[in-house]
RNA sequence: GGCGCCGUAGCCAAGUGGUAAGGCAGGAGACUGCAAAUCUCUCACCGUCGGUUCGAUUCCGACCGGCGCCUCCA
């Protein structure tokens, strides 16, 4: 096996990675505000991290992974005040939908799902370490602040002592109450509207609420430790979101708070960033509706490298569509397949190691789904010459049973039974018309099927279908 | 203004100091009753201009073009 190897936001270089144990990879990854569904380009950071915890997988590690679901924040509370309700009634039905739609893209399990709300009192008391500190201070209101001139590091991940902030544009919006402009909330005095929607807790200081960044810090330490492998999280959390965990979390506890930071770049539609107020987003329900399969998306998303921009355009969905087609067509001939050849395991080797070294040098995705397609045309090319070797074939299975394993790429097959009989009975209907070299019967009877969306393709071990 | 990223074939996209992976689309051929699938062959001088070098798409600089962060936005 080679070194793993991931580039580190904290040192702007690619450098080996392993757990600190040894054995298992502690992991935080910055999880939805679900107060609407997450768009595609929430999913394009979630996919590059569960590509991560594959790959890690893959290299003989246990992974612990924390992802956490923001529900109370200032937009929550806005909408469920216009809908006169609580947060919860407006969390809960997109909690449940983030999971659908991260289920539909094939995106495994986390080992854990924290919600904020379940977890004030570890955040009051994070609060009040701050403060024992002396790096946070209240202010008239109730509200409590991190100050930042108290904490020497600050800015070390995002580079900010290389800054030089705008002037005038940050300052001028923020609240009279701090210290320093830049100072940021670790808990907020609660308001009228936080009452009202069930966003206020008791504290030492009063009712409030957390600020958003504390959540994260007080989650992560709580599941993982107050020191842990990895965190993770679109490239746009790099300021503020995670300069403020650090500052706040290693303010209280003296160590280092992550190991390694990893962030992934973002999608754009045509040319823009994908987000909600430039209005160009897409979901993964209307990827179903479409009939884009969650491979295909997968298949785009992997396409290009995590810390490259990716562009979704006008086709995007459609190559990948077929370029995953090829590897379902693939899978299904291997499963058929009765026998192989000494060259085809020496594909199934090279390929394993092509797609191995790629993953492990940064998760270079792309390499890696060159090295499955080219171990794809050299299988089909061995499979054509129709050897015998069991074992052979046995070891291209095992091969590709590992690839698909990290990617998970093979569309899923039609499961509706009724158009699987109707199926099979057309195939029926038309090898009779074929075999009294009926041909314009038979022809028809493609018709018929290619107008239901099937295709159809004869092999010497008969007629297989597919959806198209 | 500060910080950062990118510009490779019709489209998407890796990569390397010594003349460029893979996918989609396209072209020619094989196979097929016809198709489909599959196989074979084919399709790029890497934004522009300089510099370093025996040699640069790959290093440096400038320029042009695109994008992001500095606004609790993945």
Not at 70 to 84: C, E, F, N, Q, Y
Not at 266 to 273: I, R
Not at 361 to 371: G, I, K, Q
Request: aromatic content about 10%; some cysteine.
């Amino acid at each position: 096996m080679p070194e793993f190897r991931l580039y580190n936001t904290l040192t702007r270089r690619v450098e080996p990675f392993a757990p600190a144990d040894g054995h298992t990879v502690r992991m935080y990854t910055c999880g939805p505000t679900v107060y609407n569904p997450a768009h595609l380009g929430n999913f394009r950071t979630f996919l590059f991290e569960d590509l991560m915890r594959r790959t890690l997988k893959l290299a003989g590690w246990g992974v612990e992974q924390i992802m956490n679901l923001t529900d109370v924040d200032d937009k929550i509370i806005r909408k469920a005040a216009a809908l006169g309700t609580t947060i919860s009634h407006v969390t809960e039905p997109f909690t449940e939908l983030f999971h659908q739609d991260r289920r539909y893209l094939r995106i495994e399990d986390a080992e854990g799902y924290p919600k904020a709300t379940a977890h004030i009192p570890e955040m009051v008391a994070l609060v009040e370490r701050l403060i024992a500190k002396n790096v946070a201070y209240e202010a008239e209101d109730g509200s409590i602040y991190f100050a930042i001139d108290r904490f020497p590091n600050y800015g070390q991940l995002s580079q900010l002592d290389k800054r030089e902030l705008r002037t005038g544009a940050r300052v001028a919006q923020d609240e009279y109450a701090k210290e320093n402009a830049q100072d940021f909330a670790l808990w907020k005095a609660a308001k009228d509207e936080d009452e009202a929607t069930g966003a206020a807790w008791d504290s030492p200081w009063g009712r409030g609420r957390p600020g958003w960044h504390l959540e994260c810090s007080a989650m992560a330490m709580k599941y993982l430790g107050e020191t842990f492998d990895l965190h993770a999280g679109g490239i746009d959390l790099i300021f503020p979101h995670h300069e403020d965990e650090i500052a706040q979390s290693e303010a209280a506890t003296g160590k280092t708070f992550a190991r390694c930071w990893c962030h992934g770049e973002f999608l754009l539609t045509d040319g823009a960033k994908m987000a909600k107020r430039v209005g160009n987003v897409a979901n993964v329900v209307e990827l179903r509706e479409q009939g884009i399969s969650g491979t295909a998306y997968r298949h785009f998303v992997f396409n290009a490298h995590y810390r490259k921009q990716l562009n979704l355009g006008e086709d995007s969905l459609e190559q990948s569509r077929a370029a995953v087609r090829r590897i379902g067509t693939f899978a299904k001939r291997l499963a058929e397949a009765t026998g192989g050849t000494e060259a085809l395991v020496a594909a199934a080797s090279k390929a394993e190691h092509a797609f191995i070294d790629a993953l492990f040098d940064d998760l270079n995705a792309p390499e890696a789904l060159a090295a499955l397609f080219t171990f794809i045309t050299e299988a089909n090319r061995e499979l054509d010459t129709g050897g015998t070797d069991v074992a052979a074939l046995d070891r291209a299975r095992a091969a590709f049973r590992m690839i698909d394993g990290v990617l998970d790429l093979v569309p899923e097959q039609e499961a509706d039974a009724e158009l699987a009989t109707w199926v099979e009975e057309r195939i029926e209907a038309r090898k009779a018309a074929r075999e009294r070299r009926d041909f314009g019967a038979a022809d028809a009877v493609r018709a018929e099927l290619v107008a239901r969306g099937i295709s159809i393709e004869d092999s010497a071990q008969g007629t297989r279908w597919k959806r198209l």
